[in-house]
């Protein structure tokens, strides 16, 4: 099974300060996600990467900042954390394969901003 | 652009009754369907999915969905609950051109003794 491990499922941190949420996936996917989760929203796009190096913008992608070294890896950075940034966030990864593509999950990250 | 509702947030049902989750989607291209189940303090796990061919798909633990094409609608049905059933659902589309999935608000199901 495709394993997505994103590294802290609990974060308290204070306004401004800069965080780092990591995600890990173990099959060789080449797509990877970001989505925030908020009750009665569902789940928003931040930023998707479809190769290395390579990322795009989703339908949120203010505040938030993406890195992509290696294949497996794909991190989320908050520059300066704020309040309003309070929320569940989910990696997802996928294959390119045609009609086939489904998201696989982590567990979240619950990240707090006091 | 494409967008899904799930018009109901919250759905009780007593155990062992049937339940009827909602889902409607908007797209102006040929879609995938996919439910997606969370159950608490967790990620999301694909529960089914519609690609092609039959317009009924079911999952291994007794959901199904029906994708109707011209209601732009894909319900998700079961015919007993159990309290294991007890989660929040998201139903998702994604256009067959792109890579991006869109989702549903999600609707809480509570499976009550």
């Known amino acids: 099974d495709v394993k997505v491990t994103q590294s802290s499922r609990y974060l308290v941190k204070r306004t401004g300060e800069k965080v780092f949420l990591e995600c890990v996936q173990d099959?060789?996917?080449?797509?990877m996600f970001w989505y925030r989760q908020d009750p009665g929203l569902g789940l928003r796009l931040i930023y998707f990467?479809?190769?290395?190096?390579?990322?795009e913008k989703g339908d949120i992608p203010e505040g938030y900042s993406v890195s992509r070294e290696k294949k497996e890896r794909f991190s989320l950075i908050l520059e300066s954390a704020s309040t309003n940034q309070t929320s569940m966030y989910l990696c997802?990864?996928?294959?390119?394969?045609?009609?086939?593509?489904?998201?696989?999950f982590g567990a979240g990250s619950r990240l707090t901003v006091l | 652009a494409q967008s899904v509702t799930q018009l109901d947030s919250q759905v009780p049902v007593f155990e062992e009754a049937p339940v009827e989750l909602r889902c409607n989607y908007s797209?102006?291209?040929?879609?995938?369907l996919f439910w997606y189940v969370q159950y608490p303090n967790q990620g999301l796990q694909l529960l089914l999915k519609?690609?092609?061919?039959?317009?009924l798909v079911e999952s291994i633990n007794g959901f199904e969905a029906e994708f109707n094409k011209s209601q732009t609608s894909f319900h998700l049905r079961k015919p007993s609950v159990h309290i294991s059933d007890t989660a929040e659902y998201f139903c998702?589309?994604?256009?067959?051109?792109?890579?991006?999935?869109?989702f549903g608000p999600g609707t809480r199901l509570s499976v009550l003794p």
């Open positions: 997802a990864s996928s294959i390119v394969q045609a009609g086939a593509n489904v998201l696989t």
């Open positions: 099959m060789d996917h080449e797509n």
């Open positions: 990467s479809y190769d290395v190096k390579m990322k």
């Open positions: 797209s102006s291209v040929s879609v995938y």
């Open positions: 519609y690609l092609s061919g039959s317009t």
């Open positions: 998702a589309v994604r256009d067959n051109y792109g890579q991006n999935f869109v």
